[in-house]
């Protein structure tokens, strides 16, 4: 898709929701002996849902797996809406749009692999990183130069804001001098 149709598209969102596994990390599972599974995050994706909040786009996570490392990120992060262990995850973004009165051209979706494809066909704005899988990607309107949990999230979350004329930059000054 050209760069003035996302551009296009990305004015309208009101809600970005995002898969974790692939998307929020590099989709690695790291177990340690105790079976106890761990994360690692990027600090550039952080930031740009913390500026994406402070603007007044409701953030949403939306995951199959269960884990206290996600629910833990999420919370330091301020994400709005937090779902776990969710397998067919298309009604629960249907309750959160209806929620907030949302329509399907509001909301951005970035997922990576194939229980991602019902939401990323409905989204008005469907998105993945660099490394998803061809049947992801295939459907997507933005691609993300960056791989999951190396930048994708930050890289959309950029364009989100500054298509609807929002400078992060200009987030974090002015909630620096808030403080």
């Known amino acids: 898709m050209d760069n003035k149709t996302i551009i296009e598209k990305a004015k309208k969102i009101k809600l970005m929701a995002f898969d974790v596994d692939g998307v929020f990390t590099d989709g690695s599972l790291t177990f340690g002996e105790d079976g106890k599974e761990y994360k690692t995050f990027n600090a550039k994706d952080?930031?740009?849902i913390v500026c994406v909040e402070k603007a007044g786009i409701i953030t949403v996570i939306?995951?199959?797996?269960e884990n206290g490392t996600v629910e833990h990120r999420a919370k330091n992060l301020g994400i709005t809406e937090f779902h776990q262990g969710i397998k067919y995850k298309l009604p629960v973004l249907e309750e959160i749009m209806k929620k907030y009165n949302l329509a399907y051209e509001n909301v951005s979706y970035m997922g990576d692999d194939l229980p991602d494809i019902c939401i990323l066909e409905n989204a008005g704005l469907s998105c993945c990183p660099k490394d998803a899988v061809d049947e992801v990607k295939n459907i997507?309107?933005?691609?993300?130069?960056?791989?999951g949990g190396r930048g994708a999230i930050r890289e959309l979350c950029d364009i989100v804001l500054t298509s609807q004329g929002i400078i992060p930059l200009d987030i974090v000054k002015n909630s620096q001098k808030s403080k």
């Open 46 to 48: 952080g930031q740009g």
């Open 62 to 65: 939306i995951t199959a797996r």
């Open 140 to 147: 997507c309107d933005f691609i993300s130069s960056k791989d």
